[in-house]
């Protein structure tokens, strides 16, 4: 018998997180409140080249395009995040993170990558972290 490599053991052992169009699924059991998924997104506020995202800018992109995919709300943190560059240095930045909860379906995934999208070409990011979780949820 073969021993798989980690990365594919990390592959199956998450599989279960996603359906086949990549889409995330609910709590499959929840004793109270309604299975849901719970997004949470990293958005990087310094600019490559330029000065970093304003407030302003911020709750701009706030209003005209995270609340009209996402009505029903939204929650923001402010937060600090590291990674390892390339370079082998340790890079900061100011960060926000914005949590999304909705009922799972091809329309909300489609609107969380407009996000990330939409961020990623207006402010010039590499990229948008996008950690998905299923959740039960009540109100």
Not at 105 to 116: K, N
Request: net charge neutral; hydrophobic share 40%; proline share 6%.
């Amino acid at each position: 018998m073969k021993i798989m490599p980690l990365a594919m053991l990390s592959i199956f052992a998450l599989s279960g997180c996603m359906s086949p169009a990549h889409q995330p699924v609910p709590a499959q059991s929840c004793t109270v409140g309604h299975g849901m998924v719970q997004t949470t997104l990293y958005f990087g506020m310094n600019r490559p080249h330029g000065p970093a995202v304003t407030a302003a800018e911020w709750q701009s992109f706030i209003d005209a395009d995270v609340t009209p995919r996402f009505k029903d709300g939204l929650t923001v943190f402010d937060a600090r995040g590291q990674w390892l560059g390339e370079d082998g240095q340790v890079a900061r930045e100011q960060s926000k993170a914005l949590m999304l909860i909705y009922t799972p379906g091809q329309q909300s995934s489609q609107d969380v990558e407009a996000l990330r999208a939409r961020y990623r070409q207006r402010f010039q990011q590499e990229s948008v972290m996008r950690v998905d979780v299923p959740a039960c949820v009540s109100f």
